[in-house]
């Protein structure tokens, strides 16, 4: 009671004349520094955050009170989504098409100077923190979430770019493994974060490429732009048709009316530095090099057919999946600009039936999930998203059908496998941006 007495003293010396005390100073702002007032509209308290409702401001919350306890100084703070793709897998490599958008899940990052002779970088999920030198940075063995912090540090010093010692405390709510690409969403929460503070002036497609780069050389993973694309570009309401090659894209307005996507994870956990995914990668370049092309986005399956007899049975397949792929996502696009919903559908399910029996990456969970979505026609289509290996399925299903079809699922997937799947909604997000 003395503490209150001293609180509503300090409020009349400032001249507040009204106030309301609510559970939510705590989940909408650090009410260290910011009070709910009567005349704020109801139905919406007050953010610090500003017009955030689709981003996971409790965590936003979180995290910046845990930047504050301990680093005692006001932190800048970013938002970076992840990212879905409703078609185009394995293209990006390719120098092909693929169609993602960034979503309301994603990584939330903390950020301020360091008055000190090292980094400091704090995983709050983990609750593990670690110090580096910027004068000797070095992938770090079994690093983890290090090595996609380090390896951006990493190339933003390559290019000689101005940064001193710093602090970063995040966190997230995507699932890790569930290939909706928390790698991407951190590593540009750190590059756009750093250019933010450190006034660097680099712009979101040299941003990107930097991201890209400490994935190829401080994680082990020769992934395409994709990921880092969706993330840091994503427009609300809107799929990103992306040209991998030239790394610029048309955006389509999503709309898919009476019905929606959402994500099923089997929690089967993968990892893109496993030798399986740079493999993949190896063959498509090793096959585009046959072809004397500079990549398969050029070749056609006339021309694949004629070296059939100089590669493996599996790695024609392989070339073949990734030309077809590319040709699905671009009849996905006209398909999208004609409403036509059914043959999207098809689509989505043909591009699963290639991962599954062409390209090799799915797995027995991710197969089993398509296939129950088969005996529903109220779902036009479904398909494993990610690299593969597990993760999630994306599934485009009449909203009507949606509570009945997780109950099914989750029922028949735990029946199967003995573990839960996770289902998720999301929403599409605008790409990587300061929380004001």
Known sequence: MKCLINVLSGLKRKCIPHFVFSSSATVYGNPKTNLIYE???????FSPYGNTKKMNISLANKI??????TFETEPLMIFSPGRINIIGEHTDYNDGFVFP????KGIIAAFGKRDSNDSMAYAVDKNEKVKF????LKPLAKGSWKNYVIGVVAELKKRNKGISNFNIAFGGDIPGGAGISSSAALENSVVFGLNE???IKLSRQEMILISQKAEHNYVGVKCGIMD???SMHGIENHALLLDCRTVKSKPFKINFKEHTLILINTNVKHRLSDSAYNDRRSVCETIAGLLNVKALRDASEFDLEAIKNKVTS???QKALYVIQENNRVIEASKALETGNLELLGKLIYASHEGLRHQYKVSCEELDFLVDQTKLN????????????????TINLIARTEIESFKTFISKVYKKKFNTNCSIYNVSLSNGTKIIE
């Open 377 to 392: 026609p109220q779902i036009l289509g479904a398909r494993m998203m990610g690299g593969g290996f597990g993760g999630c």
């Open 64 to 69: 910046r009170a845990r930047f504050q306890d």
């Open 228 to 230: 880092q694309y969706a």
């Open 314 to 316: 599996e790695n024609y």
């Open 39 to 45: 005349n704020f509209p109801i139905g919406r308290p």
């Open 133 to 136: 030198s910027l004068n000797s």
């Open 197 to 199: 503070l450190f006034d």
């Open 101 to 104: 958008a960034a979503v309301n």
